[in-house]
Nanobody, 125 residues
Framework: QVQLVESGGGLVQAGGSARLSCVASGRVVRISSMGWYRQAAGKERELVAGITSGGSTNYSDSVKGRFTISRDNAKNTVWLQMNSLKPEDTAVYYC???????????????????WGQGTQVTVSS
């Protein structure tokens, strides 16, 4: 089991910045990637940014050039730096990690995705 805890959400003025953090704990092994998703009120959850264990990143078109995802594997932490925030960025942001199926030591893991509880980011006009 992997537990993810997000922090850094809150009320931000349009054009401002915020930095979200996600710390993983528990059985943090065989993690292939981590990412940030968001879900606005009445909308489906969407991928914002992702990063692999090797450092490759990808972003949704709506946040390219404004958001930056980073990861410290040694600290089991991933960040999302958000700049030039817009009201349409208002959403609950969720941290996600993918655990690969396979062996870690003498234990076999079935793999899957783990999710944090989310942190609200509200951008005022």
């Amino acid at each position: 089991q992997v537990q993810l805890v997000e922090s850094g959400g809150g009320l931000v003025q349009a054009g401002g910045s915020a930095r979200l953090s996600c710390v993983a704990s528990g059985r943090v092994v065989r993690i292939s990637s981590m990412g940030w998703y968001r879900q606005a009120a009445g909308k489906e959850r969407e991928l914002v940014a992702g990063i692999t264990s090797g450092g490759s990143t990808n972003y949704s078109d709506s946040v390219k050039g404004r958001f930056t995802i980073s990861r410290d594997n040694a600290k089991n932490t991933v960040w999302l730096q958000m700049n030039s925030l817009k009201p349409e960025d208002t959403a609950v942001y969720y941290c996600q990690c993918n655990q690969m199926r396979g062996w870690s030591g003498s234990l076999y893991y079935t793999g899957g995705d783990y999710w944090g509880q989310g942190t609200q980011v509200t951008v005022s006009s």
